[in-house]
């Protein structure tokens, strides 16, 4: 079995990484890259705690070898929460109870990014569709819509009073 | 569980992908989105030995307007035919499908061809692919050949691809102004449909059903056409009650699944409670392109 060598940018830097062809790219990050932000729990396709944003697309990152990534731009959890203390989405998940464990939350706070990033005024439809994919055991998802909800809701604020 | 091991290949043409698969035979297997494959490598259901990834192929993937034809790129996301403007104006079943297929990031991922080619009965492509009489091409060693959807699908998981030749584009025809629906039941939006129903429906002047199609899903191998029921609506004025006489004509005994999650009697019920709502949502959509 052939190893390769890989390029890609993680998180707006460039890494090389040596895999095996059956290596995912989620174990590529969390074992080789050591962000372990991104959580595996079915590892295959069916609970979202493994989705990353690939390309500007989000995707299963359980579901996509690493082998495949080469020259692709990915972007876990990390990536999107700040240096020091909680980004907007995840201040809110916080404050409207959208956690308990906290295993999905990494997989879910992904979607929301990429929907508000994507979409500036979602819809509560919207909302459901982005976290469709998305498995909570504990929540219950009301916590996690309103956490989405309070997001959106402070951006029209800001359009509003700018 | 992790896959076993493989080697991967990643080719950038489309020869290059039918010379790898004809070096390895049976060996070998292609990757498209990985939406149902790589679960599938993962739980050890599939141990192929190479891998001949799609994705470097760019002339696969792309939607071309032929004029009176749509060309589909087998490589096509799922994502990206949902969001085509002219898929939507041209053959807006296809997108009423998708929307039921998985989820946003396996959509992205996910692709036409690789839908169709997977060929899992609950799938929703094949279904729309066959309520549009759609066209499969398939490229192999020794040239192309173009496969009727009907005779494209032969079983659960089962179609007529050959070892060496890949899917390579879908051709639809463009048909006349209609109204098309597409109407399942599952679980959970997103869930493999324990049932779903394509429909498609051509007004003439007066309003009445100049022509239709009812396509059923999940209920067999393969995607089921009842055309004892659209022959029942042509040239009818279509109302609550004729829809209702005329799914009573679907005939039950081509349903075969049968399982404990989902039983044949349920299945039988809710077949055609789907065919009806499509139906009725086909002629109201035809109703409004044809004003
Ligand atoms: C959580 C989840 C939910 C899902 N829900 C649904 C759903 O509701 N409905 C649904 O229909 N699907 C669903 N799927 C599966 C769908 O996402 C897959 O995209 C699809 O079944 C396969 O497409 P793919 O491009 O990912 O193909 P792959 O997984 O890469 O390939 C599937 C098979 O087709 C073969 N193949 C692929 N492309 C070609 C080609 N061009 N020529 C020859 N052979 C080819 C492969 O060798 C393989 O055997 C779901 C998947 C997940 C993970
Ligand atoms: S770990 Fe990838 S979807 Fe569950
Ligand atoms: S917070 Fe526990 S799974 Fe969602």
Redesign the pocket.
């Given at each position: 079995m052939k190893m390769h060598d890989l390029e890609l940018s993680v998180n707006g830097q460039s890494v090389s990484l040596r895999v095996e062809p059956r290596q995912t790219l989620a174990d590529a990050l969390r074992g080789t890259l050591g962000l372990t932000g991104t959580h595996l729990g079915c590892e295959?396709?069916?609970c979202?705690a493994c989705t990353i944003i690939v390309d500007g697309e989000p995707a299963?990152g359980c579901?996509m070898l690493a082998v495949q990534a080469q020259g692709a731009e990915v972007i876990t959890v990390e990536g999107v929460s700040p240096p020091t203390g909680l980004s907007p989405i995840q201040q809110a998940m916080r404050e409207h109870h959208g956690l308990q464990c906290g295993f999905c939350t990494p997989g879910m706070v992904v979607v929301l990014h990429h929907l508000l990033s994507t979409n500036p005024d979602p819809t509560d439809d919207d909302i459901r569709e982005a976290i469709s994919?998305q498995l909570c055991r504990c929540t219950g998802y009301q916590g996690i819509m309103a956490a989405a909800r309070a997001v959106v809701a402070r951006r029209r604020h800001e359009i509003r009073d700018n | 569980m992790k896959p076993a091991p493989f080697d991967y290949h990643a080719p950038e043409t489309i020869q290059g992908a039918l010379e790898l698969l004809d070096r390895h035979g049976s060996d070998a297997?292609?990757?498209?989105?990985?939406?149902?494959?790589?679960?599938?490598l993962a739980l050890r259901l599939?141990r192929p030995e190479v891998l001949v990834d799609?994705n470097r192929i760019p002339e696969?993937a792309g939607i071309r307007d032929c004029g009176g034809t749509i060309r589909i790129g087998?490589?096509t996301r799922?994502a990206h035919a949902l969001a085509s403007p002219l898929l939507r104006d041209r053959l807006p079943l296809l997108g009423y499908g998708l929307y039921?297929?998985?989820?946003p990031p396996?959509?992205a991922?996910?692709?036409?061809?690789?839908?169709v080619?997977?060929a899992?009965p609950?799938?929703?492509?094949p279904a729309v692919m066959l309520a549009y009489d759609a066209r499969m091409v398939?490229a192999g060693k020794s040239g192309t050949r173009t496969v009727d959807v009907a005779d494209f699908m032969l079983g659960t998981f089962e179609t007529c691809?050959e070892e060496g030749?890949?899917?390579?584009e879908i051709v639809v025809d463009v048909p006349p102004a209609e109204g098309t629906a597409f109407v399942e039941l599952?679980r959970r939006k997103?869930?493999?449909?324990m049932a779903s129903a394509a429909a498609r429906m051509r007004l003439n002047e007066d309003g009445a059903c100049a022509s239709a199609r009812l396509v059923i899903g999940a209920v067999a191998p393969v995607p089921l056409r009842f055309d004892a029921v659209t022959d029942a609506l042509t040239g009818q004025v279509v109302t609550e009650g004729l829809l209702r006489e005329a799914v009573s004509l679907i005939d039950l005994e081509r349903f075969e699944f049968d399982n404990p999650d989902i039983s044949l009697a349920y299945r039988r019920h809710i077949g055609p409670v789907l065919a009806r709502r499509a139906l009725m949502q086909a002629f109201e959509r035809a109703g409004e392109r044809r004003s």
């Open positions: 295959h396709g069916v979202g299963r579901l994919g | 297997r292609v990757i498209a989105g990985g939406q149902s494959l790589v679960p599938m599939a799609l696969l087998a490589m799922q039921n297929v998985g989820h396996t959509r991922r996910g692709t036409i061809g690789g839908s080619s997977h899992d609950a799938a929703e492509t398939l691809i030749e890949i899917l390579t599952s997103g869930d493999f449909a």
